[in-house]
């Protein structure tokens, strides 16, 4: 029996990654005087997975890969006028406003009186909060928890502090690598929920095939699913 039902935030609950894909382009125009567009939007993706381990994830980590690649390609030859270009195309992405993605709302008012609802993502901290709040969907979870990265050991710790077995516990998000892998893992239940945009860094080149592994096209199907659990 399903006891927590977890949610990923960026691109379950509301759109993210489209942001961070306008913002490369704009990185990408900024940069085309050194670099051919599509070369500097990976040299910055290189560039933000070496700073992973550093920076996390999150508009401030991408922000700071963003001067660290403009410097890099340019051979520290850029105008300090395309810095603080780079920095308005960062606080441009912290302003924008939170889209909530279509039947999100419907799912968490149908399932909250019946399971303990948590919102389980990677990320700033500050600024996942933020757009918990602007969003006005934070009154739906019992539990927050933002971490620094999704693996195993980071759901399992979450499982402990939620008191409850891994096969009481579900987990829906957008990100196989991230939301689904690990918790199958530990035996619980994982719901992909694709988005039309994935990061590169997020994907796999592998089929799941698991007994609790279930896929849904569109979230609110995923309220049928539950009740044959």
Do not use: C
């Not at 810095?83 to 406003?97: A, R, T």
């Not at 796999?204 to 009740?227: G, R």
């Amino acid at each position: 029996m399903i006891k927590v039902i977890a949610f990923d935030a960026d691109d379950t609950l509301w759109v993210n990654e489209p942001f961070f894909r306008e913002a490369e382009e704009e990185f990408a125009s900024l940069m085309e005087g050194f670099m051919p567009r599509h070369s500097s939007i990976k040299e910055l993706y290189l560039t933000e997975i070496g700073n992973l381990n550093l920076y996390g994830y999150g508009i401030k980590g991408f922000i700071l890969s963003m001067i660290q690649t403009a410097l890099r390609i340019s051979d520290h030859k850029i105008p300090v006028t395309f810095i603080d270009k780079i920095l308005e195309i960062g606080y441009d992405m912290m302003e924008k406003p939170v889209e909530i993605l279509p039947g999100v709302e419907e799912v968490l008012a149908e399932l909250k009186g019946d399971y303990r609802l948590v919102m389980a993502t990677k990320g700033d901290l500050v600024d996942q909060e933020k757009k918990l709040k602007k969003s006005g969907l934070d009154h739906y979870f019992h539990h927050i928890e933002i971490m620094s990265e999704k693996k195993e050991a980071d759901f399992a710790k979450l499982i402990r502090h939620l008191d409850v077995d891994p096969e009481e516990f579900l987990m829906m998000g957008n990100s196989l690598k991230s939301d689904v892998l690990p918790v199958l893992e530990l035996g619980g239940h994982a719901i992909h929920i694709p988005f039309h945009i994935t990061w590169e860094h997020e994907r796999i080149e592998h089929e799941v095939e698991h007994d609790n592994f279930y896929q849904a096209e569109h979230i609110t199907q995923v309220l049928e699913m539950i009740k044959g659990m």
